[in-house]
């Protein structure tokens, strides 16, 4: 499975920005959960979403709980990440991540590349 993540950039504080990430090389590519982790400079990375297949289920952090959305559409296979009320503690290199086990929780077996998000005082 390959994972190309997109929409990363620099931000002011209190603004949006909406990662994509697009799936493929899998034959059931609307099978996979997705998700979204994240690394901020000398931290580990974190959990930050994730959403199944089918959308009936949803994870957040809660460091992003009520400011992140998280979608899919399968027709083009991609993932969303919605970031509203940003601010500088979510500057970090944004992953997408996919699985084919059950629920939002993990682990993940394919990752992407990595999309960078800075989000400026």
């Known amino acids: 499975v390959q994972l190309v993540e997109s929409g990363g950039g620099l931000v002011q504080a209190g603004g949006s920005l909406r990662l994509s990430c697009t799936a493929s090389?899998?034959?059931?590519?609307?099978?996979?959960?997705m998700g979204w982790f994240r690394q901020a400079p000398g931290k580990e990375r974190e959990y930050v979403a994730a959403?199944?297949?089918?959308?009936?289920?949803?994870g957040y952090a809660d460091s992003v709980k009520g400011r992140f959305t998280v979608s899919r559409y399968n027709a083009k296979d991609t993932a969303y990440l919605q970031m509203n009320s940003l601010n500088p503690n979510d500057t970090a290199v944004y992953y997408c991540?996919?699985?084919?086990?059950?629920?939002?929780?993990?682990?993940?077996?394919?990752w992407g590349q990595g999309t960078q998000v800075t989000v400026s005082s």
């Open positions: 991540a996919a699985t084919l086990r059950a629920g939002v929780s993990g682990p993940f077996d394919y």
């Open positions: 959403i199944t297949w089918h959308g009936e289920a949803t």
């Open positions: 090389g899998h034959p059931y590519m609307s099978y996979l959960t």
